[in-house]
């Protein structure tokens, strides 16, 4: 399966600055996908992010709070900007687990080790 | 809309009986389910998927078309499955784009 690299693990940050996080992955990946998750709760979506086209933000989510890029098919990165105390959460990054198939999803996902963000 | 629903957020027992985590499902076509595991300060990881009928670790799944289900089960637990389990779908409505749903997580607990 694949392997995604995320950094930072963690970080304390004050309001108002922004924080950029980065997943890399081990193989191409057709789509990557970042969540946020409070601790011990559950997933929530953030945006589906797409080489060579704009990210897809979920509902609640914005580009200009979370803008993300997608250079290429093993990169990815998530800004969180303007940054609050409500922002203090887990963020991961998420990748189908690339496979000889056009049904890679049905092999599951990876997941990236997440970033524990603080905000003060 | 598809959905998971995970109704217990909590699950405790003592070592050596059986678990059960529920899972129910809400999707118009043929489902595909798995379930994730994250143990404590690790990431969060595949642990089995519906395609393959396959048991990690003791655990077994079944779909249950029927009753829309895909309950995680183990005979016996171990003090080391105590985790957050998620069940998840592993893509969007019928037709639509390819967007993972997860449910909302059961804690595992168990007791020496």
């Known amino acids: 399966s694949a392997v995604i690299s995320q950094k930072p693990s963690r970080d304390i940050c004050q309001r108002g600055t922004s924080l950029t996080i980065q997943c890399q992955v081990d193989s191409q990946v057709t789509m990557m996908f970042w969540y946020r998750q409070q601790p011990g709760q559950s997933l929530t979506l953030i945006a589906t992010a797409n080489q060579g086209s704009e990210a897809t933000y979920e509902s609640g989510f914005v580009i200009d709070k979370f803008p993300i890029s997608r250079p290429n098919l093993t990169f990815s990165t998530l800004t969180v900007s303007n940054m609050s105390p409500e922002d203090s959460s887990i963020y991961l990054c998420?990748?189908?687990?690339?496979?000889?198939?056009?049904?890679?999803?049905?092999?599951?996902?990876?997941f990236g080790s997440g970033t524990r963000l603080t905000v003060v | 809309a598809q959905r998971v629903t995970q109704p217990e957020k909590l699950l405790s027992v003592f070592k050596g009986a059986p678990v059960e985590l529920k899972c129910n499902y809400s999707?118009?076509?043929?489902?595909?389910l798995f379930w994730y595991v994250q143990y404590s300060r690790q990431r969060l990881q595949l642990l089995l998927r519906?395609?393959s009928r396959e048991s990690i670790k003791g655990f077994t799944a079944d779909l249950n078309k029927g009753e829309t289900s895909f309950h995680l089960k183990k005979p016996f637990a171990q003090e080391e499955d105590s985790a957050m389990y998620y069940c998840a779908l592993p893509w969007g409505p019928s037709g639509g784009s390819y967007i993972p749903t997860f449910g909302r997580g059961t804690s595992l607990i168990v007791h020496p």
């Open positions: 999707y118009s076509g043929s489902p595909e």
């Open positions: 519906h395609i």
């Open positions: 998420s990748a189908p687990n690339p496979q000889d198939s056009i049904l890679d999803l049905l092999y599951g996902y990876t």
